[in-house]
């Protein structure tokens, strides 16, 4: 019995190749994002609990925020806005990851560094509010990340810090954003961020 012709339009090599392609286009640009945090960009309709039992749902202890090393405070409030100051990625050992994306750095080890600076400015913003419950939206992100000159692709490592606030606050954790590359950062840290919410 011969195919009738929309049968073997369905099955010519071209189209089944091409769907194959884009299958792998697809799987790179998952691949890109560390397997043990894939679960955590949501919307609010998925979350349950409060901020903090959401941490803790992922495993993740605040840590107590370091005193600021110069002039300066980590965070200032004016009327319902927090402005928090640059943080770096502080990791539970009390170092900081540093390195230079591109180079010293993958976009992996760049992503797990812009988490653990989500972490520490939650425990800032924590310390300076009193209660995560307080958090209307996360207003603004600037990511700055310590970058080789042929590392373009900042985005993809201030990822780790959007998808966190994401996963704990839902839709009012999406943030208007800048991702930057810089020649380079205090103690050689990978990523330095800085933040905006609203609070009630």
Same mark, same amino acid.
């Given at each position: 019995m011969s195919c009738s012709p929309r049968h073997s339009e369905q099955n010519r090599p071209g189209k089944r190749i091409g769907v194959l392609l884009m299958a792998l286009v697809?799987?790179?640009e998952l691949v890109a994002v560390p397997? #043990?945090?894939a679960r955590e960009a949501t919307s609010e309709q998925a979350l349950t609990g409060t901020p903090e039992e959401r941490l803790a749902a992922l495993g993740i202890e605040l840590p107590t925020p370091p005193?600021?090393?110069a002039n300066y405070v980590r965070a200032v409030t004016t009327g319902n806005l927090v402005f928090l100051a640059g943080h770096g990625p502080l990791k539970p050992d009390?170092?900081?990851v540093t390195g230079k994306l591109g180079k010293d750095l993958t976009i992996e080890e760049g992503y797990e560094a812009?988490?653990?600076?989500?972490?520490?400015?939650? #425990?800032?913003?924590?310390a300076e509010i009193g209660d995560l419950d307080r958090v209307r939206r996360i207003v603004k992100v600037t990511g700055m990340v310590n970058s080789d000159p042929a590392f373009t692709q900042q985005p993809k490592v201030i990822n780790g810090c959007s998808d966190l606030l994401v996963s704990i606050f839902g839709d009012q954790g999406k943030h208007a954003r800048a991702a930057v590359?810089?020649?380079?950062l205090p103690i050689g840290i990978a990523v330095e961020i800085?933040?905006?919410v609203?609070?009630?």
């Open positions: 697809v799987l790179g397997v #043990a945090y005193a600021p090393v009390g170092t900081y812009a988490r653990f600076t989500a972490i520490a400015m939650l #425990a800032s913003l924590k590359g810089m020649a380079s800085e933040m905006v609203e609070v009630e």
